[in-house]
């Protein structure tokens, strides 16, 4: 999975994942990085055939967040919550810090000439610790193709374990990050929320920096 550090804005806003969601293309993550050893994951991160997990399927949140390769839904995400594109660049304005779980405090004005504060999105790195073969190709598919279908910079780093990717993630100081979060699919329910919602471990924690009631 990606980790994104939702301290950043517009990371830190539900419609941009989702933009980079639609960009990405999920066939060959399965194909060609896990020669095919591994099936697309739930958005639930459940089994459905698990019935530990199947008593808490939720149909409609799996259709709801189940995502297909397309370049024209991803960028309409973008116009669609107050981003524009002026040449390659794109520009996101920033809300005021009451609309917002990101942290505002540092953000200077990308685009002094448009009304309000902008900010440029991207360029990203994804940082991918060094050996993690599989997880590493599938990272590349990942920045390649919000690079390719969103237009936004998008680049994977891979760095040592731990002398980068462990403090990276403990203290939120990355853009993104390949994180593999979730148990294995025939782990009881407690032990996936466990691991995708309570994250126990030195490094994990609240590894994408959520704020707010909601998180």
């Not at 259709?63 to 960028?75: C, S, V």
């Amino acid at each position: 999975e990606i980790a994104f550090n939702t301290s950043m804005y517009p990371l830190s806003e539900p419609w941009f994942r989702k933009a980079c969601a639609w960009a990405v293309d999920y066939a060959p993550i399965s194909t060609v990085a896990a020669a095919n050893n591994w099936v697309r994951g739930s958005p639930q991160y459940l089994n459905k055939a698990n019935p530990g997990h199947a008593a808490v399927w939720d149909q409609d949140v799996e259709d709801d967040n189940t995502y297909t390769t397309n370049a024209t839904i991803a960028q309409k995400y973008l116009t669609d919550n107050n981003c524009y594109k002026d040449g390659k660049t794109w520009y996101a304005t920033v809300p005021d810090q009451a609309d917002t779980t990101a942290d505002l405090s540092d953000v200077v004005d990308a685009d002094p000439d448009t009304e309000g504060t902008q900010v440029k999105i991207g360029p990203y790195t994804i940082i991918t610790p060094v050996g993690w073969t599989d997880v590493g190709l599938a990272t590349e598919y990942w920045a390649s193709g919000m690079t390719e279908n969103l237009g936004i910079d998008v680049t994977e780093e891979y760095v040592d374990f731990n002398s980068v990717w462990q403090p990276e993630m403990t203290d939120t100081t990355f853009d993104m990050a390949m994180q593999c979060c979730g148990k294995a699919t025939d782990a009881s329910v407690y032990d996936v929320f466990n691991s995708v919602a309570q994250n126990a471990g030195p490094w994990a924690g609240n590894a994408s920096a959520w704020r707010g009631t909601d998180a």
